[in-house]
């Protein structure tokens, strides 16, 4: 038999060693090094760290557009606080980000005051015009309209946008709202550098935005959309946030900016009137609280969905040996599979706007509910997403989204996740006011056991009703350590949003990442329907086999949210951008 290189070195040196002096033996073995070298290889060898955050030592933002990032960072430079900034970066990305950030949409907010303590959970969602009903996306045969939730004048609840910034800014802000709306109106007024990213989604949405002559004025440039390196102007934007600068929110629910939306709506049959704009209400609620492993878990309740199913979630992942176990091992993606199924299929039976329906908030999120859906769970089968049904937790009572994070060194946070829904929204700006009008009324379930257009099933409770919020996935969230804020996180994605938050909190918490590792960690997701365990690139090929194996249907698609991340300790800020979108970036000073 043949000895391989290394193995002939090796019994050679075992040869050479009976016959060497031990004198000499002692030379020849490793010697313990002296205390300079021993400290200098300590420091050569200080950090495990692969990627690296962002750091800053007094305050840090955290955007999907980097030139919203300079805005907010600039705002706290001049001395504003993290809700003062985060309206600044809220109206910025309207602009620089037109896909998703938005004045014609609407979303969550969750924050922490620091003079107070308190925790609360802002809700600027969208509202089913007055005229919305249960079937109006239905033909005459009960069947669902392809395409009329999402591309038509009637696909458009009334936006909240405008007035959740404002109701932040004077409650929690130290700024005017005409000090943090001077960046965006000069970015809209005098335009900025189409981006690469930005370039391609404005040629994949095409034929969405190229049906309307007021979204082809602003997006299109000889006929084609705006491509890589052209300059984006969006004069009659810069006008609408200049009424809404001097006005308020006032101008966009009954002034000029309303009645040019009212008037839209009108000349194409849509469902949306200047009342809708008059009546829409900003609500404050109380923030779904949770603990895991010690940590305070503070996130957004319903008309979310992803507060109380990412607690739900964290409770069953708790009975798991998470660290152990190892990142993206096949148990810990197991384990957090199954509970996903399990929430999910929650998820469509029980949530919708709570001011329409009663949620079982308590019992979904109660440790109690998690012990016993727990042990449902088989360490070593799948179960099929057709065996499994919504759990009761009553007995227990007692794709574009874009989310921006915010710390200031006095210790308030903001996190905030809004949306027009898909790309764009509905296609469709308001003629004369440059804003894109969402078409969040997807979110509703337009006909009970229909999937909408991220495949999410919804019930009765999220049925459509007049003056009612749709459903969301939506998860901003704070995570806090000794009663400080510790972690803000939160991403786009649709139905992957609420996965895509929890593994930022579990692979910070369980895994000791710090924020880059965290979100650069390939993800995955399972949504109880479709039956299929969805996995980003980077997941070992032996992990997938082993899964398989467990009798999951793994299926390898693109990549999934864009988390906005930014930790705190005693030294300052760390935080960091999600890659998936090259455009993001975080900035700290």
Do not use: C
């Amino acid at each position: 038999m043949r000895l391989k290189p290394k193995l002939i070195l090796t019994n050679l040196s075992l040869a050479l060693m009976l016959v060497i002096s031990p004198i000499a033996q002692s030379k020849l073995l490793p010697q313990p090094a002296t205390n300079a070298s021993q400290l200098a290889a300590n420091r050569y060898d200080s950090s495990n760290d692969i990627f690296h955050p962002v750091y800053g030592k007094n305050g840090m933002v955290a955007s999907e557009q980097g030139l919203a990032t300079q805005v907010g960072l600039d705002i706290l430079k001049q001395g504003g606080n993290a809700i003062d900034a985060a309206v600044a970066v809220g109206f910025a990305l309207a602009v620089v980000l037109p896909n998703a950030g938005n004045i014609g949409g609407g979303g969550f907010m969750v924050l922490h005051d620091d003079k107070t303590g308190k925790d609360v959970a802002i809700d600027f969602r969208e509202i089913a015009p007055a005229k919305a009903s249960r079937d109006m996306y239905l033909d005459n045969q009960g069947n669902v309209i392809d395409g009329k939730s999402l591309f038509t004048h009637d696909a458009s609840g009334v936006p909240g946008t405008v007035a959740g910034m404002e109701y932040a800014l004077k409650k929690w802000g130290t700024m005017p709202l005409s000090k943090v709306l001077e960046p965006a109106i000069k970015l809209a007024d005098k335009g900025f550098v189409v981006s690469d990213v930005l370039a391609q989604t404005l040629k994949e949405e095409k034929s969405t935005l190229g049906k309307w002559s007021a979204s082809k004025a602003i997006f299109f440039k000889n006929g084609e959309p705006l491509k890589s390196g052209d300059l984006l102007v969006q004069k009659d934007l810069a006008k609408s946030l200049r009424l809404i600068a001097k006005q308020g929110a006032k101008a966009f629910y009954q002034g000029e900016i309303a009645t040019k939306i009212a008037k839209e709506m009108q000349s194409h049959g849509g469902t949306m009137t200047l009342e809708d704009l008059k009546a829409y209400k900003v609500v404050e609620r109380q923030p779904i609280i949770g603990d895991y492993r010690g940590y305070k878990v503070v996130t957004m309740p319903p008309p979310s969905s992803g507060g109380v199913h990412l607690i739900e979630i964290l409770n069953m992942l708790e009975h798991y040996p998470i660290k152990e176990d190892g990142v993206n091992s096949a148990k810990n993606i197991h384990h957090m599979a199954e509970s996903m199924k399990l929430a999910y299929a929650d998820r469509s039976e029980y949530l919708g706007d709570p001011d329409f329906v009663k949620i079982p908030v308590t019992g979904l999120t109660s440790k109690a509910y998690a012990n016993e859906r727990v042990k449902t769970i088989d360490d070593n089968k799948a179960r099929l997403s057709s065996n499994i049904k919504p759990g009761k937790p009553q007995p227990y009572e007692s794709d574009q989204t874009t989310h921006f994070s915010v710390m200031d060194k006095a210790g308030n946070a903001a996190a905030v996740t809004y949306t027009l829904n898909l790309n764009f929204g509905s296609g469709i700006v308001a003629a004369g006011t440059g804003i894109l009008l969402n078409n969040e009324m997807d979110d509703f379930s337009v006909k009970p056991g229909v999937p909408n257009a991220f495949g999410l099933v919804g019930g009765t409770a999220n049925a459509i009703e007049a003056k009612k919020r749709p459903l969301s996935s939506m998860t901003p969230t704070i995570v806090m350590k000794n009663n400080k804020p510790w972690l803000v996180t939160g991403s786009p994605g649709g139905a992957r949003i609420i996965t895509t938050v929890l593994q930022s909190v579990v692979n910070t918490i369980d895994h000791e990442m710090n924020p880059a590792e965290a979100i650069i960690t390939p993800r995955v997701h399972h949504q109880w329907l479709p039956d299929e365990l969805r996995v980003e690139e980077g997941i070992s090929p032996d992990t997938i086999k082993l899964l398989q194996d467990k009798g999951h249907k793994v299926v390898t698609k693109a990549p999934m949210g864009r988390i906005q991340i930014i930790q705190a300790d005693d030294s300052g800020f760390y935080g960091y951008s999600d890659p998936r979108n090259p455009d993001g970036k975080t900035l700290g000073f």
